[in-house]
Structures are given as C-alpha cells and as structure tokens.
T-cell receptor, first 116, second 113 residues
Framework: AQSVTQPDIHITVSEGASLELRCNYSYGATPYLFWYVQSPGQGLQLLLK??????LVQGIKGFEAEFKRSQSSFNLRKPSVHWSDAAEYFC????FGTGTASKLTFGTGTRLQVTL | DAEITQSPRHKITETGRQVTLACHQTWNHNNMFWYRQDLGHGLRLIHYSYGVQDTNKGEVSDGYSVSRSNTEDLPLTLESAASSQTSVYFC????????????FGPGTRLTVT
C-alpha cells in the first residue's frame, strides 16, 4: 500500500526567508504527487501536482516542488515566504484505479508559522 | 462558478443518533470522496464513489455509509454516532478531465457528545 511521510510537524520561518517542506512517499509504481494547502477553517486547495515529465513543477502562489525518484521525495519550496503563507501543508500520492478515478493518500501535514 | 458545498458546517449530536452530512458539487465530476481530518492523522479516506450507484469503502469506513443516486450529491451517514467520530469531515470531487485534482468542500465540524 502507498504511504506518505511528512517528517516535520511544525516549521517556523521568518518572512522573506526561503522555505522547504519535506515529503517522502512509498509507492510501487510511478506516483502521481500533489501538494495541498489548508488555511485555518478552510478546505484544501491544490498548490501543484506532478504526473510525469519535468521533475521540477511550478505551482500557484510562487511555490515549486521537485520530484526525485531516487530519494522517493517530492519536497515543496518557496524562495521567499510571505506572512500569508502561514497554513497547513499536505503532501499526497495518487493511486489510480480502473477507468478514470484516483484515490489520494495524504501525509499528516506540516504546519507553517511565519514570523514577522 | 462551479463549487462543492457541505452542510451543515457545524453539528453537535449525541452518542447513538443517526447523522447525515450533505455534500453537493456542481463540477459535474464523476468521482466523489469523503475524508475525516484528525490531529496527527492528516486526512483519511472514509468512502468514495466513481459514479451514480457506485460506492466503495475507504480505509476508515466502519460506522459510516454513503449512497450515490445522482452525480451531484454524496451524503455521508453515521448510523449510530460514537465519540470516536468527532472530527472534521471533508468532501471532495474530481474527474479525469481535471487531471484528477480533487476539489474540496469547506468541511463539517462534527462533535459527538
């Protein structure tokens, strides 16, 4: 069965500093990988996704992630964090069934705090 | 604009009562999912559906049921609510055309006393 590990439960960075959130996955085949963001009291919003092709993926809000097959990782990065980036971030791996559907397995999340 | 809505947003119920949480999407997506979110566990899949009349169990399906009579709705029923089912519940939908991106509702906070 597939699994996702986000080793950092909580990270604090200063506004303007760079950010890297770690994600490691376990899946027997080529994974479909996602990063979602959840603001307090809200649902989840997709930041970016990797299906195939270029291993460096650009997303919304200035985020990017790099797929490294050899390390089974899909780390999320941002060169300069803004106070509005404070939220919880979830990595997920997609498992595709027959036909068109995909189930997602989520990591436990990383809470990002941004200090001014 | 297309959206996915959940109701109620907050619910308090007593142990043993039947509770139904509504999920409605106007994306016209075939696939719908129910998750629960608990501290330290992230999101865990309860049930999912690939289309009308199709339902499947997820990893934490005990005590929950769903039915899919149309494309837009996937209600989640707790047959006999237990304190362990106190959680935040999220509904999501997706389809192939959207690259399997799941669109999430705002969530329902359920407290079982």
């Amino acid at each position: 069965a597939q699994s996702v590990t986000q080793p950092d439960i909580h990270i604090t960075v200063s506004e303007g500093a760079s950010l890297e959130l770690r994600c490691n996955y376990s899946y027997g085949a080529t994974p479909y990988l996602f990063w979602y963001v959840q603001s307090p009291g809200q649902g989840l919003q997709l930041l970016l996704k990797y299906f195939s092709g270029d291993t460096l993926v650009q997303g919304i809000k200035g985020f990017e992630a790099e797929f490294k097959r050899s390390q089974s990782s899909f780390n999320l990065r941002k060169p300069s964090v803004h106070w509005s980036d404070a939220a919880e971030y979830f990595c997920a791996v997609g498992v595709f069934g027959t036909g068109t559907a995909s189930k997602l397995t989520f990591g436990t999340g990383t809470r990002l705090q941004v200090t001014l | 604009d297309a959206e996915i809505t959940q109701s109620p947003r907050h619910k308090i119920t007593e142990t043993g009562r039947q509770v139904t949480l509504a999920c409605h999407q106007t994306w016209n997506h075939n696939n719908m999912f129910w998750y629960r979110q608990d501290l330290g566990h992230g999101l865990r899949l309860i049930h999912y559906s690939y289309g009308v009349q199709d339902t499947n169990k997820g990893e934490v399906s005990d005590g929950y049921s769903v039915s899919r009579s149309n494309t837009e709705d996937l209600p989640l029923t707790l047959e006999s609510a237990a304190s362990s089912q106190t959680s935040v519940y999220f509904c999501a939908s997706s389809d192939l055309a959207g690259g399997h991106e799941q669109y999430f509702g705002p969530g329902t906070r359920l407290t079982v006393t």
